[in-house]
């Protein structure tokens, strides 16, 4: 048995939970595994449910949070120290850039024979200026240095990291798909459809596209409402906007609604006329998908989105921006129809033919089911990792307890 510090940010609701969560259960027992994580910021969905399903209880290090703060940074890099010196692991695995930062200083200080991160996406564009993004950068290649390997979800995100923003070269990156147990998108989609129409007072005839995400500005919603008034003025069919999220955008984009001329509403004050849907988060995401016609996504950097991979397979038509490793996700003109970031009229001009062509909206979400089960089960997930432990286990000479 070989024993692995798992460290990820926070367990809010996506895919780096999912994927820390079938790591540490799946990999048993021939893995065994110290999942630790950081505290979730207050406006995003808790992700327990996940965790306590999978029957994991993890180690949480409240210092360890979201944004910079150099006295609680210093107490997370403590406390994980700490633990990885008590539980004297063969392997430490960290999951997004602040564990990844601390967690593998934390490991090199205690000599761990093998350090490993995984990019669940980057910071290197749309999110900071250019000093701010230059100081990430030269951390990012400074720790890449001392890591034994690094894992991309996609070959996209691998040559964004090696070839453009040169943070190690190609031969250290490892791809590794993110895995999900996806059947829930697939069953009862019939009775779950009907019970989130009820819900929110959708008609037969209207189409209702769906948004999810956190509300935030690398997501550009506000791209999403311009491209969505748009598409309403000029579809044939009735059509009904949903953000399901939350996060620290939710009263602007409100706001912005007003200004370009959309009526909004919100879940716990539901008017069943507006344009615009405020749900918040929503648990149960499969009866969203099961509910909605259109799944979208306007964001300006992307790893590898998780609502994109579900409402595959809910069977579900995408329209997304080309961004990051969208197009490892999704099979662009035959799943989703794509745009350029940012842009606005072709965004609205995809909205409007799949609102208006029920033919084409059969003829992309047929194939997604079965595309996203043979690449993205959560076994595919396991194996891929277990094998790449074994080799780098191997490479290093380190033997099992």
């Not at 593998?104 to 993004?133: E, K």
């Amino acid at each position: 048995m070989y024993r692995i510090v798992r460290i990820i940010n926070r367990f809010n609701l996506g895919g780096p939970t999912y994927n820390v969560t079938y790591l540490t259960r799946y990999l048993a027992p021939e893995f065994e595994t110290l999942l630790i994580g950081g505290m979730k910021d207050e406006s995003e969905a808790s992700s327990d449910f996940i965790l306590q399903q999978n029957g994991l209880t993890p180690t949480i290090v409240p210092e360890m949070r979201r944004s910079i703060n150099p006295t609680n940074d210093i107490v997370a890099y403590t406390k994980i120290k700490k633990l990885i010196k008590d539980f004297k692991p063969h392997i430490v695995h960290t999951h997004a850039a602040k564990s990844g930062a601390l967690g593998r200083m934390a490991a090199f200080a205690c000599n761990v024979p093998i350090t490993i991160h995984t990019f669940h996406g980057h910071v290197f564009h749309s999110y900071f200026g250019g000093l701010q993004t230059s100081v990430y950068k030269n951390i990012e290649r400074y720790l890449a240095k001392r890591t034994t390997a690094l894992v991309t979800l996609s070959e996209i995100q691998k040559h964004e990291l090696a070839d453009i923003h040169h943070i190690a070269p190609r031969d250290k990156f490892h791809i590794v798909p993110l895995g999900f147990d996806l059947e829930k998108f697939w069953t009862n989609k019939e009775t779950k459809r009907k019970d989130f129409r009820k819900q929110f007072c959708i008609e037969d005839n209207e189409i209702a596209i769906g948004i999810i995400g956190r509300l935030v500005p690398v997501k550009d919603h506000k791209m999403f409402l311009n491209a969505f008034k748009l598409a309403k003025s000029s579809t044939k069919n009735k059509i009904k906007a949903f953000i399901i999220g939350d996060g620290e955008l939710k009263e602007e984009l409100m706001k912005y609604c007003s200004e370009i001329g959309l009526t909004f509403t919100s879940r716990t004050d539901l008017h069943p006329l507006s344009d615009v849907f405020f749900t918040s988060w929503i648990k149960e995401v499969d009866i969203a998908n099961a509910g909605l016609d259109i799944i979208a996504l306007s964001s300006l950097n992307e790893g590898t989105p998780v609502s994109l991979i579900e409402a595959q397979a809910a069977g579900k038509p995408i329209v997304s921006t080309q961004t990051g490793g969208i197009e490892n996700v999704v099979m662009p003109g035959e799943t989703a129809l794509l745009s350029p970031v940012g842009d606005t009229q072709s965004f609205a001009d995809n909205l409007i033919k799949l609102a208006n062509d029920k033919d084409l909206r059969l003829k992309l979400s047929a194939k997604g089911e079965d595309f996203v089960k043979n690449r993205f089960h959560y076994s595919a997930l396991v194996k891929n990792m277990a094998d790449l432990y074994s080799a780098l286990l191997k490479a290093k000479g380190v033997r099992a307890i």
